[in-house]
C-alpha cells in the first residue's frame, strides 16, 4: 500500500486568478470549490489503487450506484491553514483518518489507510494551494474527504467498489455575528442516534436525519439543533453538526461522554486536552437537559460552547424548544469560551507554540 502513487492531471480551465481572489475575500461556507479533487478507487478483489488529482468536475455515475439507494456513504471535514510566512498547514489529519476508518467499519465500507489519507491533502493543496485564503477573519479552506460505495447493483449488501475523493471549499466563519452567542433548538420529536445505531460514524444519513429539527429550529430563531439520547430524551447528546462543553460557577467543565451514540470530535478532544492543561477539572460524563435547565436559571453553569471543525468554538446564549426558552439570545460569550477559542486558533494560524504536536504541513 505504501507509495500509492497519484497520476495529476490539471484542470485547464482553473477558475482566473481575479474570480478566485474575489471569492477569497468573503467565501460563503461550501459555495464555491476549488479546480481540483482526489479520487482514490477501491475494488474488493484489488484493493486501493488508480489515485489521481483530476479537475474539480461532476462525478458519472450510474443510476444504480449503491449509494444513491442505501446511502453507503462517510465524510470528513478538516481545514487548511495558512501561516503568516504564507505556509499552509493542517491540524491533527491523522486524527481525522482514524474516524473515517471507523466510519468505514460501522458502514461496510473498506478502510482508507491513514497514509494515504494525509497524502491526498498533500496532493489537493500542491495544486490548490492558491485557494487557501489569507489567515484573517477566521478564512480557511475547509476540505472535504468522502467515501461512497460506487458498485452498480441494487442488492442490499456491502458494495465491492468504492470511491474516495477530496474537494475543498474557501471558508470564513461558519457561524456569521463573530463571537455572538447563538440559539439552539432542542429536538423533542426526532432523534439522531440511537444505542449500536451509526451515531458514531460521520455517515451522510445522520445528517439527513438532522433536517427535520433543523427546519424547525430555523423556523424558531435557531441557528443548529441539540439531539437528546433516543431512549429516554433526558440525556444531552451534541447538536447537528458540533460537540457540546459546559462551564460550571466553581470552574470545572463538563462535556457529554463518548458513548457510541455521538460523534468523535477531533476539536472536542483538543479542547478537553486544552482545558486540562490549565489545571481545569473536566468532566467526560452523562448531561441531563434537567441539570442544564436548572443549572443555567441558578447561574451554577455560566457558559455553555458548540465546537466542530467547521464552528471552532462557539458560544450558546439560549436553548429553545416548544416547550421553553432557557438562558437569554443577548448572553455575553463566556471568558473561558472566549479564551480556548483564541488558543485553538492561534496554535492552528501557528500564533500559538503547538505544544502538542498537532500541526501537519501540508506545503511551504
Ligand atoms: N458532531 C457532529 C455531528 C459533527 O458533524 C461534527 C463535525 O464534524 C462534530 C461533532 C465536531 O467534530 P470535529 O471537531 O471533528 O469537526
Ligand atoms: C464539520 O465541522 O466538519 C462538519 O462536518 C459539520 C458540518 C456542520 C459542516
Not at 502513487?5 to 484542470?11: A, C, D, I, L
Not at 460506487?150 to 470511491?163: P, Y
Not at 466563519?173 to 449500536?196: C, E
Request: hydrophobic fraction near 40%; glycine fraction near 10%; charge should be negative.
Amino acid at each position: 500500500m505504501a507509495g500509492l502513487k497519484f497520476e495529476v492531471t490539471r484542470n485547464t480551465k482553473p477558475k482566473p486568478d481575479a474570480e478566485r481572489e474575489e471569492l477569497l475575500k468573503a467565501p460563503v461556507f461550501g459555495a464555491n470549490l476549488t479546480d481540483h479533487q482526489v479520487v482514490v478507487v477501491w475494488e474488493k478483489d484489488k484493493g486501493w489503487h488508480s489515485a489521481e488529482v483530476i479537475p474539480y468536475g461532476p462525478i458519472m455515475m450510474d443510476p444504480s450506484a449503491a449509494v444513491l439507494h442505501y446511502g453507503q456513504e462517510i465524510f470528513e471535514g478538516i481545514k487548511a491553514y495558512r501561516h503568516a510566512d504564507g505556509s499552509i498547514w493542517t491540524f491533527r489529519p491523522e486524527a481525522n483518518a482514524k474516524r473515517l476508518q471507523l466510519s468505514a467499519r460501522r458502514m461496510a465500507l473498506p478502510e482508507l489507510p491513514t497514509e494515504i489519507f494525509v497524502e491526498s491533502l498533500k496532493q489537493l493543496i500542491a495544486v490548490d494551494g492558491a485557494w487557501v485564503p489569507e489567515p484573517v477573519d477566521e478564512k480557511t479552506l475547509y476540505i472535504r474527504p468522502f467515501e461512497i460505495a460506487a458498485e452498480n447493483f441494487l442488492g442490499v449488501r456491502a458494495a465491492q467498489r468504492a470511491e474516495y475523493r477530496v474537494i475543498a471549499s474557501p471558508v470564513g466563519p461558519y457561524f456569521t455575528g463573530g463571537l455572538k452567542p447563538v440559539s439552539i433548538w432542542i429536538a423533542l420529536d426526532s432523534a439522531r442516534a440511537g444505542k449500536h445505531g451509526t451515531g458514531e460514524a460521520k455517515t451522510g444519513g445522520n445528517y439527513a436525519a438532522s433536517l427535520l429539527a433543523q427546519n424547525e429550529g430555523y423556523e424558531n430563531g435557531c441557528s443548529q439543533v441539540m439531539f437528546l439520547d433516543a431512549e429516554s430524551a433526558t440525556y444531552i447528546e451534541e447538536l447537528g453538526g458540533m460537540n457540546l462543553f459546559f462551564v460550571y460557577k466553581d470552574g470545572h467543565v463538563a462535556t457529554p461522554a463518548l458513548d457510541g451514540t455521538i460523534l468523535r470530535g477531533i476539536t472536542r478532544d483538543s479542547v478537553v486536552t486544552l482545558i486540562k492543561d490549565r489545571g481545569l477539572k473536566l468532566e467526560e460524563r452523562k448531561i441531563t437537559l434537567d441539570e442544564v435547565r436548572e443549572g443555567i436559571n441558578s447561574g451554577e453553569i455560566v457558559e455553555v460552547f458548540a465546537c466542530g471543525t467547521a464552528a471552532v468554538i462557539t458560544p450558546i446564549g439560549q436553548f429553545k424548544s416548544r416547550l421553553e426558552t432557557i438562558g437569554s439570545a443577548d448572553a455575553e460569550p463566556g471568558a473561558l469560551t472566549a479564551s480556548l477559542r483564541e488558543e485553538l486558533t492561534g496554535i492552528q494560524y501557528g500564533k500559538v507554540a503547538d505544544r502538542h504536536n498537532w500541526l501537519v504541513k501540508l506545503s511551504d
